[in-house]
């Protein structure tokens, strides 16, 4: 693959993915396409040498496998892992909202998202909806995912004459001014349900609105990813922290040797602190590595040879903002990925696992850099950490830098998605 169908196919893929169900579906066809087996948690697995395999939990994490030819305390693993989430605004239980000046819908803040960049945007809805339907026998609960794909919401900002300090350390109150306005007063379909019901009429799932169950909804910018700049060297859009990691770790499992045992995980629920089922807090790898090597001396024994990637996005030098940043760690776009350092063990980044990473890039001809944040800044984190102690697997931290992370719409370059690609496509086939 070039570097220009990969970011054309990266950019459909984050516009195809506005939830980590629709993400985790797309995943999914492509390992299918790419001849890996589907396998499910509640049934019993037959794994054999040189399968691959793909399993999902909650329908928004993931994890993909190769078992390789050779035993695997002999040969490790080789993993990355990466997550679906991306901070939102999500639809509440009982969302509709009537008010004088039309109808609203109550959303609450998933993540830490820049919320002063969700206004005046065109906004859609999409996610996963479950209903109940009669059966032959009994009735039958099932969940299907919906995509608007059209505008039908609006975050309107107040007119600078009726605030005049709004350019001034502005503060937003996600309960008063966060609920978007959808329709007029006296428009119909007037409430949510009745908008799902019309939606699952066109996708030929026919259900009265008391059918309608249960739902996880996620507002999202409408407005596609794209190329941008002089040159086009940029891309912008929503999500691509940290789908823009999914895609590409996939990419590069389905690109892996069918010799080399290989893995790749992605969670769900990084952005508010992974401790779910789906999420690297859980047991979901856990349990898939004890089916996948039973006894407890070889799994640890696999474990000792194994190196585990966690590539979530890094923070690339702001023009506008160059204090913010260490001087010798300010990550440059287009310039390489970023191994990310931080004492407090807040990456799992150790010298080992970093050395690791620098051979292959440089093998490679990969460029690379280093982020550790500065010293009177709080630091993030990524499912690294959770990840090395749930398996004691040595790990690292790495990122593609990034602008206006956890805005609506964030900024990277065309070429450390593709450098990202190169390296790791080298760790699945070669680890070094």
């Known amino acids: 693959m070039n570097k220009l169908q990969f970011n054309d196919e990266l950019l459909h893929f984050i516009g195809e993915s506005p939830t980590p169900f629709h ?29 691959r395999y793909v ?5 928004s994490s993931l994890i993909a496998f190769t078992t390789g030819q050779s035993p695997f305390c002999d040969t490790g693993l080789s993993m ?18 009537e008010h004088v000046g039309g109808t609203r819908l109550g959303v609450e ?3 830490s998202p820049l919320l002063t960049t969700w206004f005046d945007r065109d906004l859609s809805l999409a996610g996963r909806v479950s209903t109940t339907r009669d059966g032959e026998k009994s009735p039958r609960v099932e969940h ?7 505008p039908v919401a609006i975050i309107p900002n107040l007119a600078i004459h009726l605030d005049r300090e709004a350019n001034k350390q502005r503060r937003v109150n996600p309960q008063t001014e966060l609920p978007p306005l959808t329709a007029l007063p006296g428009e119909l379909p007037a409430d949510l349900r009745s908008l799902l019901q019309k939606e699952l009429a066109a996708m030929e799932i026919v259900v009265d609105s008391g059918s ?17 700049g002089w040159n086009r060297e940029l891309i912008t859009g929503a999500r691509i922290d940290n789908l823009l990691s999914c895609f590409t770790l996939a990419h590069a499992l389905v690109g892996a040797a069918e010799e080399a045992p290989s893995l790749v995980v992605f969670n769900d629920h990084e952005e508010v602190g992974s401790h779910t089922p789906a999420g690297a807090g859980g047991n979901f790898l856990v349990q898939v590595l004890e089916r996948l090597i039973p006894d407890p001396q070889e799994r640890a024994m696999a ?3 194994s190196l585990m990637v966690s590539s979530d996005n890094a923070h690339a030098l702001h023009p506008a903002h160059p204090q913010k940043y260490d001087p010798g760690h300010s990550p440059r776009l287009n310039q390489g990925p970023v191994i990310k350092y931080n004492a407090s063990q807040r990456y799992a980044t150790s010298s080992t696992t970093a050395a690791y990473f620098r051979e292959i890039c440089r093998r490679t001809g990969v460029p690379v850099q280093a982020f550790a944040m500065r010293n009177d800044m709080p630091c993030g984190s990524t499912i690294g950490p959770l990840t090395a102690a749930a398996t004691g697997i040595p790990t690292l931290d790495i ?9 609506i719409r964030e900024t990277a370059g065309c070429e450390d998605a593709f450098y990202l690609y190169r390296a790791m496509t080298d760790f699945f086939q070669s680890r070094a």
């Not at 299907?144 to 059209?150: A, C, E, G, P, Y």
């Not at 909804?217 to 190329?227: I, K, M, R, T, V």
């Not at 990122?399 to 805005?407: I, K, N, W």
């Open 23 to 51: 993400a985790v579906a797309l995943l999914v066809s492509l390992f299918e396409k790419e001849g890996f087996e589907r396998l499910h948690e509640a049934r019993r697995w037959n794994l054999k040498p040189g399968g």
């Open 55 to 59: 399993v999902t939990r909650n329908d």
């Open 80 to 97: 990355a892992g990466a997550h679906t989430d991306s901070p939102c605004l999500k639809v509440k239980p009982v969302p509709d909202m």
């Open 109 to 111: 803040v998933y993540g």
């Open 144 to 150: 299907t995912l919906i995509d608007l794909k059209r």
């Open 212 to 228: 309608i169950l249960e739902y996880e909804l996620s507002l999202y910018d409408a407005q596609a990813p794209a190329y941008l």
């Open 303 to 305: 474990s000792a040879r």
């Open 399 to 407: 990122g593609v830098p990034m602008l206006a992370m956890h805005s």
